[in-house]
Structures are given as C-alpha cells and as structure tokens.
C-alpha cells in the first residue's frame, strides 16, 4: 500500500510550517527540556507522509536569491509557487507520484489551501501531464475571509472570559470583523481600542489564555504543571502568549 501525502501550510504569512505545524503540533519531534527533542506519540506521520512547506519565499528555510522576488509576493502569486513546489517535488520522489494528495492547513491557508487546490485542479486538466491525485483538502480554524471566520465575542463569553457588558459592546460598537478590517489598513479607531483593551483585561483578569481558553494562567507554575500535558505544552504556550 502507498502511504497518502499530506502537504501542510500553517498559519499566515510569516509563520513556518516546520516551526509551528512540525515542531509544536503534528511533526514526529517536539522540542522537550534542555534543549533536546522529544518523541510526538500523536504524530500525523504515523499515518502519512508528511511533507511541511515553509510558505511563502522568506518563511523560515525557504529562500529565494533573486531579492525582488520578496517584494512580489500576494496569494495569487502564492498558490503558483506552492503549484510549482509540488510538481518539482513529485518528479524528485516520483514514488509518491501515485499517492493520493491531502492538502491541509490551518488559520491564514484559510486562503493558501483553496487557492493551491483551485490551481492544481487546472493543472491536471492538462493533456500533457500526470495529473496529481488530490484527493481532499482539510483546514482548521481557517481564516476565510474577515467577516464570518473571526468572531469571536460569544465564544470568549460563553467560556465566562468576557462579561456580559464587553459582549454587548462587542456586538454594537466594534466586533472582530471591524476591528480586523481596520487593524490590516492600519486605520484602528479609539473606539474599537477601548472595547478590544476591555476584553483583553477582562480575560486576562479571568486568568485564561485568549489562544487557549482552557489553559489556566494564573495558576503558580507548579499546580498548573498538572493541567499541561507532560508540561512540555505547557511552556510553548506560555512561551507564545
Ligand atoms: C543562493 O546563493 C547561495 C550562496 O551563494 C548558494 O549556495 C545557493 O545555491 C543559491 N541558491 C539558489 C537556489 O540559486
Ligand atoms: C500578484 O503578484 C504577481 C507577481 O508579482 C502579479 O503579476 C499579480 O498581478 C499580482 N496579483 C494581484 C492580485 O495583486
Ligand atoms: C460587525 O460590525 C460591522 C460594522 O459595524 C457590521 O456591519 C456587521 O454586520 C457586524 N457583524 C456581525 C456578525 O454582527
């Protein structure tokens, strides 16, 4: 039997599939104490072929040394290089040429994944090629686009870590769409700080984590060491919030 290949994109522009999808969530190793790596007993690899791709040019390992092709960068521009990535790597390892394709991802590859699967899907309707054997796409907590992916007011508040009162102001003077929207055209209004500060007080005051709602944060390090799996989770976390 042919292992399936799993292609990953994590996270958005700027995040490394290696650092975050391989070494903090999915991979075969996890970073542990003392600077050595640990054994992952829930690794995906241990069902497929996990091929990690740090996207896009300047990501991580990944390299370009024309230095205009670091300005060039969009989506569209994105999707074809991931294309390109793949072609040339299944004619590298021509043995997976007949594996069955999951592409996957998380957060931005909301956008990555799709628009990779759209391209690969023409590409295969070319005559003169092996088509490439996508067979499904998968994505967590994507980010497709900034008005139904990313809010978040009842959520936070049905996990009791905003009140009632920033729910309200949430819903009527800036929810996370507003607030995204004005945050990437640099163009964040006072009114849309206040109320965001509010529920980062309110939920930091609540004593959970806003990535990881059911991470206790306040707790002195040695009673929470017993809510962190093996404690090695635990310190990334603390370590990224
Ligand atoms: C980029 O430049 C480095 C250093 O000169 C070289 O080792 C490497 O092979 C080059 N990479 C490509 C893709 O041309
Ligand atoms: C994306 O970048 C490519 C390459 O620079 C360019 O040709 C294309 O017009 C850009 N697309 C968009 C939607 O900006
Ligand atoms: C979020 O806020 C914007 C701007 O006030 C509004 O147009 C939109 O309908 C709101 N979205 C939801 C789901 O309430």
């Known amino acids: 039997m042919t292992l399936h290949v799993v292609l990953c994109l994590i996270l958005?522009?700027?995040?490394?599939?290696?650092?975050?999808?391989?070494f903090m969530e999915h991979g075969p190793f996890q970073?542990?104490?003392n600077g050595l790596l640990v054994k992952n007993g829930y690794s995906w690899n241990l069902e497929s072929n996990m091929l990690y791709v740090e996207s896009l040019i300047g990501?991580?390992?990944?390299y370009s040394n024309t230095s205009s092709d670091y300005l060039r960068w969009n989506d569209t521009q994105t999707a074809k290089d991931n294309l390109r990535f793949l072609i040339n790597w299944l004619e590298e390892f021509p043995n997976y040429k007949d594996s069955e394709l999951f592409l996957t991802g998380e957060s931005y590859a909301g956008h990555y994944i799709p628009q990779l699967a759209a391209l690969l899907m023409e590409y295969n309707k070319n005559p003169n090629i092996k088509p490439i054997k996508l067979r499904a796409i998968a994505l967590g907590n994507?980010?497709?686009d900034l008005d139904t992916?990313?809010?978040?007011?009842d959520y936070l508040w049905s996990y009791g870590a905003i009140s009632d009162e920033t729910l309200m102001l949430r819903k009527t003077v800036c929810n996370d769409s507003k607030y995204l929207h004005e945050y990437v055209h640099w163009k964040l209004s006072q009114e849309c700080k206040d109320v965001f500060n509010r529920a980062s007080d309110e939920i930091?005051?609540?004593?959970v984590?806003?990535?990881?709602l059911l991470l206790p944060n306040c707790l002195s390090s040695s009673s929470a060491e017993q809510f962190w799996p093996k404690g090695k989770h635990g310190k990334i976390h603390a370590m990224a919030s």
């Open 12 to 22: 958005g522009p700027g995040c490394s599939s290696l650092g975050s999808g391989a």
């Open 31 to 33: 970073p542990g104490d």
């Open 59 to 62: 990501v991580g390992f990944s």
């Open 142 to 144: 994507p980010l497709l």
């Open 149 to 153: 992916s990313v809010l978040a007011g």
């Open 204 to 207: 930091s005051l609540r004593c």
């Open 209 to 212: 984590a806003y990535d990881d």
